[in-house]
């Protein structure tokens, strides 16, 4: 059971990856719950959007992908007990350095990321 969830949990983060790469924001809709919201700091400003808020502004920006931004990304860490999970991943793409840790239930059968929390390092 455990490499079958560690499966389902790292197609989900890639998923996630290529929504945020690409700017397709109907994968990340379906990454996301509809409750979640993000936190970050993002050189020292607090950032607090909801699922929603944070889906339009990417919408409004120009993907890592159409600016011919390498694909970086990947997962560092992966915890998983039961049907909750924690990643830690990294982003690296328009001039931001990003760490997010990623929070993920298993609901109705279903691995979804319920919170995101994320910093910029310099």
């Known amino acids: 059971m455990y490499k079958e969830n ?3 949990i790292e197609l989900l983060i890639t998923s996630y990856f290529k929504g945020v790469y690409n700017g397709e924001v109907d ?4 990454c996301f719950h509809n409750n979640l919201y993000l ?9 607090l959007k909801s699922k929603y808020e944070y889906i339009e502004g990417v919408k409004s920006r120009k993907s890592p992908s159409n600016l011919k931004e390498k ?39 279903k691995w979804i990321i319920v919170n995101k929390i994320f910093t910029h390092v310099e």
């Open 6 to 8: 560690r499966l389902e």
């Open 27 to 30: 994968k990340l809709e379906k």
């Open 39 to 47: 936190y970050g700091d993002i050189k020292g400003e607090d950032y």
């Open 71 to 109: 694909f970086n990304m990947n997962i560092i860490g992966l915890d998983i007990l039961g049907k909750v999970a924690m990643a830690k991943v990294h982003l690296p793409f328009s001039g931001y350095n990003y760490y997010d840790y990623l929070s993920m239930a298993k609901i109705n059968g």
